[in-house]
């Protein structure tokens, strides 16, 4: 009788997580789509070129404006410094010092956003000798969606 009670428990049970699990999706959750924007820039001077790269959100037909991702990529030899990821409301990431060449540097979260808002990398180098750090390039920016 204890067999035939748990047998019956465990098929009863199994039969409502089943249930749960097989409900229709678009019940519980919504569409979203992430659209991926990139910009290049390179640098003779200071002998690199890097490409930047925002992820927008989208979601309920609304338009993608949100970040949720960002990352910068260098290309050729840097010098010692560090990345310096930026919005419209200031610094999002920073990253280690170092020699950055041919690596990339990722930040993920939540940044809101509106229309037009840029998006930009900037990277500063190191002067040496406790000078501080220098702007080795322009900002190269991401616009956000613009109808």
Known sequence: MKRRMAAAMALAA???????????????TSATADTERCQSANYPSVAFSHTVCVTF???AGIPPNDVIKMNVRS???TG??????????GTISNSLD??????????AGYQDSSFGDLWCAVFWRDGGGGSGY?????????KSYYP
């Open 14 to 28: 199994g039969t409502v997580l089943a249930g749960i699990a097989s409900g229709p999706a678009s019940a519980s």
């Open 57 to 59: 959100r989208e979601s």
């Open 75 to 77: 290309s050729g030899r």
């Open 80 to 89: 010692i410094g560090h990345w310096e990821l930026f919005g419209p409301h």
């Open 98 to 107: 170092g020699e950055w060449k041919d690596r990339t540097h990722d930040w």
């Open 134 to 142: 220098y702007r080795a390039t322009p900002p190269v920016c991401v």
